[in-house]
């Protein structure tokens, strides 16, 4: 088994900054794509960022230019630099990792970390 464990969420004001982590561990062999999703009350959840294992990157519209995803291999870590917060940024994080173990892949979910954007 494989467990996400997200952390760095809180309460901010506009134009402030939040550093989110997700830590993987239990049987991994590797990890390929790592992602933030995000859920705001009464919407679907939607894609922030993915980094792929070979370091290619792709983020949401709404969130280019302000957040940046990054890894660390070594750690099994995926990080989620978010600065010139706004209000519409308020929501759940939730990190995905696509986990290699053995000869299967299969995709992992954290608990999620709440992120409030005050105005």
């Known amino acids: 088994q494989v467990q996400l464990v997200e952390s760095g969420g809180g309460l901010v004001q506009s134009g402030g900054s939040l550093r989110l982590s997700c830590a993987a561990s239990g049987s991994i062999f590797s990890i390929n794509a790592m992602r933030w999703y995000r859920q705001a009350p009464g919407k679907q959840r939607e894609l922030v960022a993915a980094l792929t294992s070979g370091g290619r990157t792709n983020y949401a519209a709404s969130v280019k ?7 660390d291999n070594a750690n099994n870590t ?3 630099q978010m600065n010139s917060l706004k209000p519409e940024d308020t929501g759940v994080y939730y990190c995905n990792a696509n986990v290699r173990y053995g000869l299967s892949e299969n995709g992992y979910w954290g608990q999620g970390t709440q992120v409030t954007v005050s105005s």
């Open 78 to 80: 995926v990080y989620l």
């Open 65 to 71: 230019g302000r957040f940046t995803i990054s890894r």
